[in-house]
């Protein structure tokens, strides 16, 4: 029986401990009942979680760096997508594909 690849890590080292899974690389334990990826979540300037495919309005006026574009206040934005880093929404502004702060969103 072969072992699954770290789910974190992608180490083929991985090992059973009982029902668990262990990466010694990374110390990473899952289960075959986990979900193999954790599903993303980001809060909103109002503290309500937002998920893929949500719609948010723009709170303040937002400049783009590198351009002379500026994402104004009142914007809707459909069908966002939650991504790792800083900047953790990424979508679409009059078709030009950006990444920005769920901290200036409200949820729709």
């Excluded at 080292?13 to 990473?28: K, L």
């Excluded at 300037?45 to 719609?55: F, T, V």
């Excluded at 303040?60 to 760096?65: A, E, G, P």
């Amino acid at each position: 029986m072969t072992m699954p690849n770290c789910p974190k890590c992608h180490s083929e080292y991985t090992y059973q401990d009982g029902e668990h899974y262990v990466c010694p690389e990374c110390a990473y334990e899952w289960s075959d009942a986990d979900d193999a990826e954790d599903v993303l979540t980001a809060r909103d300037a109002h503290g309500n979680e937002l998920r893929d495919g949500d719609s948010v309005t723009v709170i303040k006026d937002l400049k783009v760096r590198g351009s002379s574009m500026v994402v104004k206040q009142g914007t809707m934005i459909k069908n966002i997508r939650i991504v790792e880093g800083d900047h953790n929404l990424d979508c679409k502004v009059n078709g030009t594909s950006l990444q920005l702060k769920s901290e200036f969103m409200k949820k729709a």
